[in-house]
C-alpha cells in the first residue's frame, strides 16, 4: 500500500490533479507554496516540455531550502508528464540533468491520447504504459520511505 504523499503541480496544467486522482487516496494535492510537507514524500509534478522543467527546477530548489528548513524530510520526487509521444526536447534532458542529483527519482508518465478527449481522465481505461509507469512511481515512493 502506498503511503501518504503530497503531490504539487509545478505549473498550471501539467497534470497533478490527474495523477493525485489516479493515486488515491493516499495522495492528497498540496500548492507550490505549501511544499513544507514534513514526512510525507514529496512528488513534484511537471510537464516533459522546457517550461516545465523551468518551474521542476525551481520546485526542486524551494524543497531544498524545506530540508534545510527542517519543514521536509527527503528530496522530491520527480514526475514528468510527457504532451507528446514526440521524444523529450534537448533542453528538457538538459536541465532534468542538472536537477537529477536532488530528486530521490525520476518517474516519466507517458503520453495518452485519450486524455485529450474526455472530461474525466480517469474514465479512459489505462493503458499498459500508464499502469507501468503507475507501478514504478509507487515503488520508488515505496522503496524511499521503507
Known amino acids: 500500500m502506498l503511503p501518504p504523499v503530497a ?9 497533478s490533479t ?3 486522482r489516479l493515486l488515491a487516496p ?7 507554496d505549501q511544499l513544507h510537507t514534513g ?3 514529496l512528488l513534484l509534478v511537471a510537464r516533459g516540455t522546457a517550461y516545465g522543467m523551468h518551474w521542476a527546477t525551481r520546485g526542486v530548489a524551494c524543497a531544498h531550502q524545506n530540508i534545510a528548513s527542517g519543514w521536509l524530510a527527503a528530496p522530491p520526487l ?7 509521444t514526440l521524444r523529450e ?6 536541465r532534468l540533468r542538472l536537477v537529477q542529483d536532488r530528486v530521490r527519482a525520476v518517474v516519466r508518465v507517458p503520453y ?8 474525466d481522465p480517469l474514465s479512459v481505461p ?6 507501468e509507469a503507475l507501478a514504478a512511481l509507487r515503488s520508488a515512493v515505496a522503496v524511499r520511505t521503507a
Open 7 to 15: 503531490v504539487v503541480g509545478c505549473h498550471g496544467g501539467c497534470g
Open 18 to 20: 490527474t495523477l493525485a
Open 26 to 32: 493516499a495522495a492528497r494535492e498540496v500548492q507550490r
Open 39 to 41: 514526512d510525507d514524500p
Open 78 to 84: 520527480l514526475v514528468l508528464v510527457a504532451d507528446s
Open 89 to 94: 526536447p534537448q533542453t528538457v534532458r538538459a
Open 112 to 119: 495518452v491520447p485519450a486524455w485529450r478527449d474526455t472530461d
Open 126 to 131: 489505462p493503458t499498459r504504459p500508464l499502469t
